[in-house]
């Protein structure tokens, strides 16, 4: 949306199409008569519109049939607000949005008026330069559903003891002590406020800050202290400081402040 407010300041009114409510698709496709990255990117798009339209005209959303050993992908499922930005997204997916933008500025005079962002000698070139991160990117990849479960991050598993801390405290919320600040129970031992403490600290310790920082993290590593013992899972963590390197692993119940029976 931002990229689309960039692209339309100032656009000039024969290059948004005097008829089209929709400026950006305006924009791609004169832009990519003379452009030929420009050009892919709108003949993905109107595949892409040609799909969803398809979709939508199938009774209760099901998928046409396909021949048997046909490679062709399945249809995919877009948002409205992936509908809504369609061209952007799919210029950034396709990793040439910053190509595309830098074209635009070279030739600003065609497009845009001369108070425009993207004609300014300055902002424009920052704009393309700043779009050169998210083209590089890749989006294909998405996490699994299954993965906040199996491989929570290093925030997360703050959060969680966050959580966890608060149900034993019975102060405000607006004047709770920090986080190594526990109060003491008469049915808790020395040893698990030890033991609770140094799962609070290294929790901690996970979170980005200025004196570690967390290289590597992974959840539901196994671990067998000794031979006649089941292994055990916990969470693993590579951390780098200022001259060294340290290695954590942690139980999955000391991490979540649920001892037990457990040594």
């Known amino acids: ?53 398809s979709r939508k005209n ?31 997204r799919t210029a950034l997916i396709e990793k040439v949005l910053d190509k595309i933008v830098q ?9 845009y008026e001369k108070e425009a962002l993207l004609a300014d000698p300055v902002c424009g070139p920052i704009l393309a330069s700043l779009l050169v991160g998210p083209c590089a990117l890749e989006y294909t990849k998405l996490k699994t559903a299954d993965h906040y479960w199996t491989d929570p991050s290093a925030d997360e598993l703050v959060q969680r003891h966050r959580i966890h801390g608060a149900h034993g405290r019975q102060d405000s919320p607006s004047k709770r002590p920090a986080l190594g600040i526990r109060k003491r129970h008469s049915s808790g031992s020395a040893s698990e406020d030890r033991f609770a403490a140094s799962a609070r600290e290294y929790v901690e310790s996970l979170h980005q800050n200025s004196r570690t920082h967390l290289l590597y993290g992974k959840n539901n590593v196994l671990v067998q202290p000794k031979d006649d013992l089941e292994a055990i899972p916990g969470y693993l963590s590579l951390h780098q400081s200022a001259d060294s390197l340290t290695l954590k692993w942690t139980p999955n119940q000391l991490m979540n402040g649920t001892l037990g029976d457990s040594e």
């Open 58 to 88: 199938q009774p209760n959303g099901q998928e046409p049939l396909k021949r048997q050993g046909s490679t062709t992908s399945k249809t995919p499922v877009l948002t409205p607000q992936a509908i809504k930005h369609i061209w952007v």
């Open 1 to 53: 949306g931002v990229v689309e407010a960039c692209l339309l300041h100032m656009l000039k009114r024969r290059a948004a199409g005097f008829l089209r409510t929709d400026k950006v698709a305006a924009l791609f496709t004169k832009v990519g008569k003379t452009c030929a990255i420009a050009g892919d990117v709108c003949k993905k798009v109107q595949e892409l519109q040609q799909q969803v339209e």
């Open 103 to 111: 074209y635009i500025v070279d030739n600003c005079s065609k497009y």
